[in-house]
Nanobody, 118 residues
Framework: QVQLVESGGGLVQPGGSLRLSCTAS????????MGWYRQAPGKQRELVAT???????NYADSVKGRFTISRDNAKNTVFLQMNALKPEDTAVYYC????????????WGQGTQVTVSS
């Protein structure tokens, strides 16, 4: 079982930036896909971005052009650079990792709160 540790959330004003990090501290050998989901109050958890070990990426339409996912495969770490943040980006952001080419199954991080507010 992969253990994921997230960091980087916080409070930011609209238009600001944040960078989230997630590291697989245990069971990281062989991880293929890593990514981020988010869940706003009263809403279902939704996919934000994914990245395979080979570098293939996928983004939700709502974050394209504003968010960038990247990885350090040697450190089993995935990042989410979030720019031009909007109030509707406010959510708990969860990291996920899988040994397969998708995140349909896998391990979850504990979540980190991102709040965009003036």
């Amino acid at each position: 079982q992969v253990q994921l540790v997230e960091s980087g959330g916080g409070l930011v004003q609209p238009g600001g930036s944040l960078r989230l990090s997630c590291t697989a501290s245990r069971g990281g050998f062989g991880i293929n896909t890593m990514g981020w989901y988010r869940q706003a109050p009263g809403k279902q958890r939704e996919l934000v971005a994914t990245m395979t070990r080979s570098g293939n990426t996928n983004y939700a339409d709502s974050v394209k052009g504003r968010f960038t996912i990247s990885r350090d495969n040697a450190k089993n770490t995935v990042f989410l650079q979030m720019n031009a943040l909007k109030p509707e980006d406010t959510a708990v952001y969860y990291c996920r990792a899988s040994y397969s080419s998708t995140l349909d199954s896998g391990s979850w991080g504990q979540g980190t709160q991102v709040t965009v507010s003036s």
